[in-house]
């Protein structure tokens, strides 16, 4: 302790010493509090840079979730129109389906016309030839020549019919 005389502040070893002591402590507790400021500050830096890149990640993540959602959409959008597609080539393909019934229907009718007709024209043409040949023998041959030739005219005719037949069936099946 201080003791006073002559006016001025006389200190003890002792007082000096702890002095000393308290300045070395201060000192070292300044350097801690300086160490962990600094350390504070490194903390509050990185917790603002981790908020920013938590910030940015968010900002990003929802620019991703909004492209999926577009991307859902429009693939959506494309599976209506595909379906629409799709139901209108069903459509379509059911009545080419009918028109192709329609028409081997229409063919087979044709077909068995055209072997109706045959068969007729070839009784007509035969009932034709049996006349042909009474009349040559209940005319004699006076008029066989004429018969003949009439008979061969027939018969060239009938040729004609067949091969008619025969052009018409094979256009049909094209």
């Known amino acids: 302790m201080a003791s006073r005389s002559d006016g001025t502040i006389k200190q003890c070893p002792r007082t000096l010493g702890t002095m000393y002591h308290c300045e070395e402590q201060i000192q070292q507790l300044n350097s801690k509090l300086l160490e962990s400021q ?59 389906q009918l028109v192709q019934n329609n028409f081997d229907r229409k063919i087979c009718e044709m077909e068995e016309k055209f072997q109706s007709e045959r068969i007729l024209f070839t009784e007509q043409l035969n009932t034709l030839e049996i006349r042909l040949i009474n009349k040559t023998l209940h005319f004699g041959n006076d008029r066989f020549l004429f018969i003949l030739s009439a008979r061969y005219f027939a018969i060239l005719l009938k040729r004609e019919c067949v091969i008619s037949e025969e052009s018409d069936i094979s256009r049909l099946n094209i």
């Not at 504070?40 to 917790?47: E, L």
């Not at 981790?50 to 940015?56: A, G, V």
């Not at 959008?77 to 209108?88: A, D, F, H, R, T």
Request: hydrophobic fraction near 35%.
């Open 38 to 96: 600094q350390q504070v500050a490194v903390a509050i830096s990185t917790d603002k840079k981790k908020d920013i890149m938590i910030e940015q990640l968010d900002k990003q993540l929802a620019r991703v979730v909004e492209g999926w959602r577009k991307r859902e959409l429009e693939k959506d959008e494309y599976l209506k129109v595909l379906m629409k597609e799709k139901g209108k080539m069903e459509e379509s393909f059911q009545k080419q």
